[in-house]
């Protein structure tokens, strides 16, 4: 039996999420049935991080152990003809039997992506969210660079899973303005239940000036999901970027 790496993108729109639920639609459940209708033996289909309700991807990473005759180069055309039309699987490839999507994952980079202005996003409202008052850029990044390193975000977590640590490291966090939209970009080591999403809430208020940059420092230190910004909604939110050891985008990390 051998392991492969699979590269993946999804629009999570109508999923709930990539881990296997009990009658519910999700990205795990519909990669397992699809291997398993190409494939002999299927075991886990185990990806990078566990995007959650109607969050995407554009760069998971998924790993699986099968046995069968189709050639790697191959088996990407042979799952995308049984694969829903909202998941495609990008590349496969041969990796060593001690490969984890998971646990060998050096940083992953997420994008929010804001339609900032009078009028909502329309041909890609599935996948940009919106916020029609102005935002202030200025403030924005100032406060970015606040979040950048290791800290612990336990002010930017939702209640709902337990952690041994809430500690994290944000090795990159830019906002950009382009064509009318804010790109919020953030590359971490590891990420806590729904941090992103807090943490760009928290920018837009920074944004419309209802806190100064400089509170970020407090907040942190705070411990408090309640000094935070709201969780902004799950659409805008893609996993961009899954980087290990040996890939071309291991450039990506600072040195």
């Known amino acids: 039996m051998k392991r492969y790496r699979l590269s993946v993108a999804y629009d999570g729109t109508d999923f709930c999420g990539w881990g296997v639920q009990p009658q519910m639609r999700t990205v795990q459940g519909v990669m397992g049935e699809a ?20 969050v995407h991807a554009a760069g998971q990473t998924v790993h699986l152990d099968c046995e069968t005759s189709i050639k ?11 694969l829903p039309d909202d998941v495609v699987v990008e590349s496969v490839k041969i990796v ?11 940083a992953k980079q997420y994008v929010y992506r804001l339609a900032n202005g009078k009028v909502p996003p329309l041909f890609d409202r599935s996948t940009v969210a919106w916020e029609q008052r102005p935002l202030d850029l ?14 612990d975000f336990k002010a930017f977590m939702n209640v709902g899973r337990e952690m041994e640590s809430t500690v994290r ?10 064509q009318g939209q804010l790109i919020f970009s953030i590359l971490g080591t590891g990420f806590l239940y729904n941090q992103v999403r807090v943490m760009v809430g928290t920018m837009i208020d920074i944004g419309l000036g209802k806190i100064p940059a400089l509170m970020i420092k407090d907040i942190l230190q705070s411990r408090d999901r ?30």
Do not use: W
Request: with cysteine; hydrophobic share 35%.
């Open 96 to 106: 060593e039997d001690d490969f984890h999507a998971r646990f060998h994952c050096l």
């Open 72 to 82: 790697a180069q191959n088996m990407a055309y042979r799952l995308n003809a049984v």
């Open 138 to 151: 200025h403030p924005m990044r100032e406060a970015a660079k606040y979040i950048e390193g290791e800290h």
């Open 35 to 54: 291997c398993n209708k190409i494939f002999n033996e299927v075991g886990d289909v185990t990806a990078a991080g566990r995007t959650d309700s109607g």
């Open 169 to 178: 490291k944000i090795l990159r966090f830019n906002v950009k303005r382009r």
């Open 226 to 255: 309640k000094n935070a910004g709201v969780t902004v909604e799950a659409k805008g939110l893609s996993l961009q970027k899954t980087i290990y050891a040996g890939d071309p985008s291991e450039k990506m990390l600072p040195q």
